[in-house]
């Protein structure tokens, strides 16, 4: 099925205007349509899920703080309102830049050609195993809703294995938690699992004391947190060993199996292991046949176009651009920025006013918290940590959120949680693994026998 600009999919209001398809609906891609907005063109948004996620968010659906609906927002809602957008639910599964078509598969309809004006490519990055794909089934990673559920489901998970063994505290290793890679998510992630650990669960189980449970922070580099000064790692550092989590730096991750890890050759048993280290971009280069940087990132120009495509950009975390030599984050505001700017260009393009003003990205802070009361914050030079650095990242965090009802509902949880430590979305929603009949304590005598729990192939 091929798509025109005048034919059905995207159903176009005016079929005469530039059609502009933008490929990813996280940051940049939302960014880029609401800079549009109002600008004489037809936008087609295209993304595989129905929803925005704000990913940094998702370490705390991963740990029960939140649901995941609370930090996701359906892509069509945000939209409603502005008029010349037009979604659609699809897999983009490659680009003819010559012939200017992107090529989708969508579930009903099959394969799917977009014809396009103009183009711009936000389809962001995927996790990393560094070469090491066999880890995955063992250590989940963090960057979708699902993602999040299944770490949740092995975090709650362990508790209630570990709940069901014949001598409980006999096998610690099920209540060891390693995560593997220290920037900014795994340290989040582990500042949250000690919380749930320690604060949230501690009164909730009677075969167990979840307070003993052994978090390991595992990170290659030298340190944990590079992205961020010295100064203010040390600090997180202290932060996290006051929280009782091992923090072991400069080893890379040897092995990783169903149970636990081997790291500088020294094996930790575990009953979880969540991968927290690592990103490569969407296939988008290979999609456009353009230049890449080592790290398999689209190169571009000052304008954020593609070399000699002025009608194709490339943002967010998916682009390699340097400034001020230095490459740009993977982070949102880049990509937000980004967005924005391609947006911006293109409006000026299709009203006759071309811009020659280079992207610039303003870097408003960059920020890592750790549990309740501390964060760090760091921008042009002004790096705070403690807690009035955990209030803005809190403010920044609600008044991001794409939505209103978000915004609303993460406020109120977090009230709620603050003063409670209650977390309000401790579902299982997969079996968790391991726990067999044969783990199950003693029946007491007259007790109903009940179901055995559910069990997998651990
Ligand atoms: C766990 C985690 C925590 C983070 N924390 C922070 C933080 O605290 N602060 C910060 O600034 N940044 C953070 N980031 C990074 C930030 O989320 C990214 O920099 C940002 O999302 C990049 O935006 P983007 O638009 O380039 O890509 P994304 O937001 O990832 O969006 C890409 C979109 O493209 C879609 N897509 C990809 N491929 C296809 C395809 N083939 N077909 C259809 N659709 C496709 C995806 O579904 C997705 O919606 C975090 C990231 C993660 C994973």
Excluded at 18 to 42: E, M, Q, Y
Excluded at 138 to 145: D, V
Excluded at 213 to 233: D, K, M, W, Y
Aim: charged content about 20%; aromatic content about 8%; overall charge positive.
């Amino acid at each position: 099925m091929r798509a025109t600009p005048g034919s059905d999919l995207p159903a176009p209001a005016q079929p005469a205007l530039p059609h502009v398809v933008v490929l990813g609906g996280g940051f940049g891609g939302l960014a880029a349509v609401k800079a549009l907005r109002g600008a004489p063109v037809r936008i087609t948004l295209v993304d595989r899920k129905n929803h925005h996620l704000f990913q940094p968010l998702l370490y705390q659906v991963a740990t029960a703080g939140l649901a995941p609906g609370d930090i996701a927002a359906s892509i069509r809602q945000v939209f409603r309102r502005q008029k010349n957008v037009t979604v659609a639910m699809a897999e983009i599964t490659g680009v003819d830049p010559e012939s200017r078509e992107v090529h989708l598969a969508a579930p009903e309809s099959g394969e799917v050609v977009l014809d396009y004006d103009y183009l711009i490519v936000a389809t962001g990055v995927s996790q990393s195993y560094f070469g090491h794909d066999e880890f995955a089934p063992y250590a989940p990673a963090l960057k979708t809703i699902e993602d999040a559920t299944a770490m949740r489901a092995a975090v709650l998970g362990a508790f209630e294995r570990a709940e069901l063994q014949a001598e409980p505290g006999k096998s610690p290793e099920l209540l060891t938690f390693v995560l593997v890679g220290a920037g900014p998510t795994g340290v989040e992630m582990a500042g949250a699992l000690a919380e749930l650990a320690r604060a949230t669960l501690a009164e909730d189980f009677r075969r167990i004391d979840p307070r003993r449970s052994r978090i390991v922070l595992l990170e290659a580099g030298p340190r944990i947190l590079p992205t961020f000064h010295a100064s203010l790692a040390a600090k997180v550092l202290r932060r996290l060993e006051r929280m009782g989590i091992e923090v072991r730096c400069g080893k890379a991750v040897e092995l990783v199996d169903e149970e636990g890890v081997q790291v500088g050759g020294e094996r930790i048993d575990a009953g979880v292991v969540l991968w927290t280290a690592g990103v490569k971009p969407s296939p988008a280069a290979a999609w456009l046949g353009a230049a890449t940087d080592r790290a398999g990132r689209v190169k571009v120009e000052a304008d954020l176009s593609l070399p000699g495509r002025p009608e194709v950009f490339v943002v967010g975390d998916v682009a390699a651009r340097e400034q001020d030599g230095r490459q740009l984050p993977g982070v949102a505001q880049v990509a937000i920025q980004g967005g924005r700017y391609a947006g911006r260009a293109i409006a000026a393009l299709v009203t006759g006013r071309p811009s020659n003003v280079p992207f610039r990205y303003i870097n408003k802070g960059d920020m890592a918290v750790v549990g309740r009361n501390f964060a760090i914050l760091e921008r042009e030079g002004i790096r705070v940590g403690g807690f009035f650095a955990w209030l803005a990242w809190a403010f920044v965090h609600v008044v991001s959120l794409a939505l209103f009802n978000n915004r609303l509902i993460v406020f109120t949880q977090w009230a709620w949680s603050y003063f409670t430590f209650e977390r309000g979305s401790r579902l299982i929603t997969a079996a968790p693994r391991g726990v067999t009949s044969a783990t199950l304590p003693p029946r007491a005598p007259g007790a109903p026998a009940s179901a055995s729990p559910p069990n997998d192939s651990r």
